[in-house]
């Protein structure tokens, strides 16, 4: 079945680094556009980052670009976020999302990392 | 940006019928989907394409989708639909949620 699990969350202090991990099995990883998408506690889903299946097309929101980094690893079946420049703002649950049709929902996601950015 | 607006609550007794809209501009000509989240876990989709149900969501839940507003109407409400749902959509290369809105089962 479908898993994707997410790894490497935490408390960072702002200013700080993270790199956060999606670990996909129970599917063919390289043929599915990927997302990171979070939710500050007690707030909605905000959609963060998608990546391609190749992982030539590559888009963020407003407010992480330029800070956040995503990519893949398709022979490792991983995705991958490396947040620099931390903010109080970013903390949040993140969680890590298969697209079933390259810019459409969601179908699957992780059960979500939680990322504290606080001194 | 692109901005898809919820109502933030919604009423719905046992049995009866609660809609839930998600407006945004010329939404119709675009793909909307939806996400229960009930408390502690992961989103999970009840409606892709406008009108379709993944494998396993009860018939009870239905979506329509046209001109600027997207509807997701869960018929007989149970108690076990007490959750937040939220809309999506694609746009511009990114993807696009609602303001998302709590569904209570009084």
């Known amino acids: 079945q479908v898993q994707l699990v997410e790894s490497g969350g935490g408390l960072v202090d702002p200013g700080g680094s993270l790199r956060l991990s999606c670990a996909a099995s129970?599917?063919?990883?390289?043929?599915?556009?990927m997302s990171w998408i979070r939710q500050a506690p007690g707030k909605g889903l905000e959609w963060v980052s998608f990546i391609s299946s190749s992982g030539n097309t590559i888009s963020y929101t407003d407010s992480v670009k330029g800070r956040f980094t995503i990519s893949r690893d398709n022979a490792k079946n991983s995705l991958f976020l490396q947040m620099n420049s931390l903010r109080a703002e970013d903390t949040a649950v993140y969680y890590c999302a298969r697209d079933p049709a390259a810019g459409r929902d969601f179908d699957y996601w992780g059960q979500g990392s939680l990322v504290t950015v606080s001194s | 940006s692109y901005e898809l607006t919820q109502p933030p609550s919604v009423s719905v007794s046992p049995g009866q019928t609660a809609s839930i809209t998600c407006s945004g501009d010329k939404l119709g000509d675009k793909y909307a989907c939806w996400y229960q989240q009930k408390p502690g876990q992961s989103p999970m989709l009840v409606i892709y394409?406008?009108?379709k149900r993944p494998s396993g969501i009860p018939e009870r839940f239905s979506g329509s989708n046209s001109g600027n507003t997207a509807t997701l109407t869960i018929s007989g409400t149970q108690a076990l639909d007490e959750a937040d749902y939220y809309c999506q959509a694609w746009h511009n290369n990114t993807y696009v949620f609602g303001t998302g809105t709590r569904v209570t089962v009084l």
């Open positions: 129970g599917f063919t990883f390289r043929d599915y556009y």
């Open positions: 394409q406008d009108t």
